[in-house]
């Protein structure tokens, strides 16, 4: 498919088959407006908002890889009502950035770095609730809108660490101390001045099927060798968590059925584990609320923190943030999803 992205960075026409960026010869290119009409896209006004549906018709790809790139954090989305939507601004540049990658070797979408679209700020994140915060900036209008890139935890940090994001959050359970986050700040984002602002707690625990037929109780059952484990990817602070108590018990990764199949979010656990694909997996409580036939076994009440860097707290994006977290809307919001614990949402530490 030969597609001509809108906009000023349009003038670049590319092939895109198989997941694959190529670059058409000098010549040959198309208008956006020319592009079948049975892709839904219409032409639409310049940085205009697509469905996950329409970017997959325009790529040549399945939805569902559109949402894995999204989930990868690669293709940096915002919600309208409850549905994501990219920017036309924001796939023209990330189409554009494979032009980068090295000759002759082709650069294919799940290797593109997520974009950074002018005049706006990224943030890292999986939560739902992050959707307050982004929905809030977009109807301020002296603030750049903010859209999300769902990466994990600690590739969150990473991605702040390379400014590749404005804002990461994580919720990394540190063995040693005990703590939250702080100690993965300072070693995933070194030689840096930041802010880490707590925006709530929630509680972990295991998925299991409803009723508990299995009768799980707790992470001693892990030991158990009839359990099948549903698991999150590397890198979510979920992982970090279920790694940290393996090690603690003394259990190799490799003792846990079902160990290395990984899943990108708390909703998709929860729901293999409802429909039988597994016995047990590990999230958050809200998570599993969505899903139904399951029981929720907490465990452990987890921290969740908002990072960025220390020089640019003055500035006003992030002073409205900053006032938004600690109004009395973003509790009300908070309280309205039910399982946040907003005891410490709001407390700032510099590190």
Same mark, same amino acid.
């Given at each position: 498919?030969?597609?001509?992205?809108?906009?000023?960075?349009?003038?670049?026409?590319? @092939?895109?088959?198989?997941?694959? @960026?190529?670059?058409?010869?000098? &010549?040959?290119?198309?208008?956006?407006?020319?592009?079948?009409?049975?892709?839904?896209?219409?032409?639409?006004?310049?940085?205009?908002?697509?469905?996950?549906?329409?970017?997959?018709?325009?790529?040549?790809?399945?939805?569902?890889?559109?949402?894995?790139?999204?989930?990868?954090?690669?293709?940096?989305?915002?919600?309208?009502?409850?549905?994501?939507?990219?920017?036309?601004?924001?796939?023209?540049?990330?189409?554009?950035?494979?032009?980068?990658?090295?000759?002759?070797?082709?650069?294919?979408?799940?290797?593109?770095?997520?974009?950074?679209?002018?005049?706006?700020?990224?943030?890292?994140?999986?939560?739902? #609730?992050?959707?307050?915060?982004?929905?809030?900036?977009?109807?301020?209008?002296?603030?750049?809108?903010?859209?999300?890139?769902?990466?994990? /935890?600690?590739?969150?940090?990473?991605?702040?660490?390379?400014?590749?994001?404005? @804002?990461?959050?994580?919720?990394?359970?540190?063995?040693?101390? &005990?703590?939250?986050?702080?100690?993965?700040?300072?070693?995933?984002?070194?030689?840096?001045?930041?802010?880490?602002?707590?925006?709530?707690?929630?509680?972990?625990?295991?998925?299991?099927?409803?009723?508990?037929?299995?009768?799980?109780?707790?992470?001693?059952?892990?030991?158990?060798?009839?359990?099948?484990?549903?698991?999150?990817?590397?890198?979510?602070?979920?992982?970090?968590?279920?790694?940290?108590?393996?090690?603690?018990?003394?259990? /190799?990764?490799?003792?846990?059925?079902?160990?290395?199949?990984?899943?990108?979010?708390?909703?998709?656990?929860?729901?293999?584990?409802?429909?039988?694909?597994?016995?047990?997996?590990?999230?958050?409580?809200?998570?599993?609320?969505?899903?139904?036939?399951?029981?929720?076994?907490?465990?452990?009440?987890?921290?969740?923190?908002?990072?960025?860097? #220390?020089?640019?707290?003055?500035?006003?994006?992030?002073?409205?943030?900053?006032?938004?977290?600690?109004?009395?809307?973003?509790?009300?919001?908070?309280?309205?999803?039910?399982?946040?614990?907003?005891?410490?949402?709001?407390? @700032?530490?510099?590190?």
């Amino acid at each position: 498919m030969r597609v001509r992205m809108p906009g000023p960075l349009g003038a670049n026409p590319y @092939i895109v088959s198989g997941g694959v @960026i190529k670059k058409l010869p000098d &010549g040959n290119r198309i208008h956006h407006r020319a592009c079948p009409a049975k892709t839904g896209v219409s032409a639409m006004s310049a940085y205009a908002f697509l469905t996950v549906q329409e970017v997959a018709d325009l790529l040549k790809i399945k939805k569902t890889t559109v949402y894995d790139l999204i989930k990868r954090g690669k293709l940096p989305s915002s919600r309208v009502g409850k549905q994501l939507r990219i920017s036309e601004q924001v796939l023209a540049q990330y189409v554009q950035s494979s032009e980068s990658a090295p000759e002759p070797r082709e650069r294919s979408l799940a290797e593109s770095a997520p974009v950074r679209p002018a005049g706006s700020l990224i943030l890292c994140g999986q939560d739902r #609730a992050l959707d307050f915060i982004t929905n809030y900036m977009g109807a301020q209008p002296d603030c750049p809108g903010v859209l999300r890139s769902n990466q994990g /935890s600690s590739n969150s940090l990473l991605a702040l660490y390379q400014r590749k994001v404005d @804002i990461a959050t994580a919720h990394l359970w540190d063995q040693e101390t &005990g703590e939250y986050n702080y100690p993965f700040v300072t070693r995933l984002v070194p030689g840096s001045a930041l802010v880490a602002v707590r925006l709530f707690g929630r509680m972990q625990g295991f998925y299991v099927r409803k009723d508990n037929p299995l009768g799980i109780a707790g992470w001693e059952d892990l030991k158990r060798g009839d359990l099948r484990y549903v698991n999150r990817e590397k890198g979510s602070g979920t992982r970090v968590l279920l790694d940290s108590r393996l090690k603690g018990m003394g259990l /190799s990764a490799g003792a846990l059925r079902g160990y290395e199949r990984e899943h990108y979010s708390h909703l998709s656990v929860a729901s293999a584990v409802a429909c039988g694909d597994g016995d047990l997996g590990l999230g958050c409580e809200h998570g599993g609320q969505q899903v139904g036939d399951l029981t929720f076994i907490p465990l452990q009440l987890e921290w969740y923190d908002m990072v960025f860097f #220390a020089d640019v707290e003055p500035t006003l994006p992030y002073r409205v943030i900053l006032d938004y977290i600690t109004s009395a809307r973003f509790f009300r919001e908070l309280s309205s999803l039910g399982g946040y614990d907003i005891s410490q949402t709001g407390k @700032i530490k510099r590190l």
